[in-house]
Nanobody, 123 residues
Framework: EVQLVESGGGLVKAGGSLRLSCLVS????????IGWFRQAPGKERERVSC??????????EYADSAKGRFTISRDTASNTVYLQMSGLKPEDTAVYYC??????????????WGRGTLVTVSS
């Protein structure tokens, strides 16, 4: 079992920055791929980013909409995954979910989901 708690959402103006945090409750933190999804009303669910461990090295993936603006990272000491967002746009407005699955980012849709944190970007 793994439990996820997101935090860091809020209201920010366009062009601003925000850092989301995902606290992962598990003894096998390094065995999980952790990703961020977002869901906005009227839009398709989108995988924003993912981070996975490969022989002790972090592998990261980004959606085209996030690449260059968002950075995913992890801190093994605190079992926390971060999503640093900069240059935010109104279209980034969504509920952001932290998701965990064993080993591979492709397994995330069927993994464990947090409750989400709302990010609102004003124009």
């Amino acid at each position: 079992e793994v439990q996820l708690v997101e935090s860091g959402g809020g209201l920010v103006k366009a062009g601003g920055s925000l850092r989301l945090s995902c606290l992962v409750s598990t003894f096998r933190f390094d065995d999980y791929a952790i990703g961020w999804f977002r869901q906005a009303p009227g839009k398709e669910r989108e995988r924003v980013s993912c981070i996975a461990n490969s022989d002790g090295f972090d592998l990261t993936e980004y959606a085209d909409s996030a690449k260059g603006r968002f950075t995913i990272s992890r801190d093994t000491a605190s079992n926390t995954v971060y999503l640093q967002m900069s240059g935010l746009k109104p279209e980034d407005t969504a509920v952001y979910y932290c998701v965990a699955a064993r080993y591979f980012c492709d397994r995330l849709p069927n993994g464990s989901w947090g409750r989400g944190t709302l990010v609102t970007v004003s124009s």
